[in-house]
């Protein structure tokens, strides 16, 4: 089975802190991708990566960036968090393209205080 | 633009019966995929059931099934027998040839 795993279930910031969110998969994936969800708006595509160092702005980039450096591991960042940060942040990955099916980690839920 | 729309927020099945959620999307691609996913509570997002436009025959997996009218540009998904654990979040994601979206999600809820 494919595991995607996320390093926190709940994260608690303050405005302005710089916020690194980790997400690692064991199944060799090409691809890998950041979504937030919230409430009433469903998931939006921040960021994804089809290739090692090798990024593409989903629909909503503003305020995030993101790293990968190795296959397996697809950080996102928040250079300096705000409270509209708040969200349910969830990774996914795939073996080949968006088209291909997705497999969710657990999510992390961020509060930026 | 390429947008995903799932008009029911919530709906509620009987457990046993039939339910169908509705998703509708608008694209000006002829060549894209669609997409169901479960999200439990506090559990992680799954796939349910995963269509091919170019393929004309509705995709089924066990009691899930969908109904795929590409001129409509809608995406049901029927869920038969319902069981208890089908209650979740189901959303509807379409891919392009290089985008992705998914809609604002419906909460099922399954009564015993």
């Known amino acids: 089975d494919v595991k995607v795993t996320q390093s926190s279930r709940y994260l608690v910031k303050r405005t302005g802190e710089k916020v690194f969110l980790e997400c690692v998969q064991d199944m060799d994936h090409e691809n890998m991708f950041w979504y937030r969800q919230d409430p009433g708006l469903g998931l939006r595509l921040i960021y994804f990566s089809y290739d090692v160092k090798m990024k593409e702005k989903g629909d909503i980039p503003e305020g995030y960036s993101v790293s990968r450096e190795k296959k397996e591991r697809f950080s996102l960042i928040l250079e300096s968090a705000s409270t509209n940060q708040t969200s349910m942040y969830l990774c996914?990955?795939?073996?080949?393209?968006?088209?291909?099916?997705?497999?969710f980690g657990p999510g992390t839920r961020l509060t930026v205080l | 633009a390429q947008t995903v729309t799932q008009s029911q927020p919530e709906m509620s099945v009987q457990e046993a019966e039939t339910v169908t959620l509705s998703c509708t999307y608008d694209t000006s691609e002829s060549d894209y995929y669609l997409f169901w996913y479960k999200q439990p509570p506090s559990r992680q997002m799954i796939l349910v059931i995963r269509?091919?436009?170019?393929?004309?025959q509705n995709a089924t997996e066990n009691r899930f099934s969908v109904n795929f009218q590409k001129a409509a540009k809608s995406f049901s998904l029927k869920i038969s027998d319902s069981q208890l654990g089908d209650a979740a979040m189901y959303f509807c994601a379409y891919t392009g040839a290089n985008n992705l979206f998914f809609g604002t999600g419906t909460r099922l809820t399954v009564i015993p």
């Open positions: 269509q091919e436009a170019y393929k004309q």
């Open positions: 996914a990955s795939s073996l080949s393209g968006i088209r291909d099916t997705q497999y």
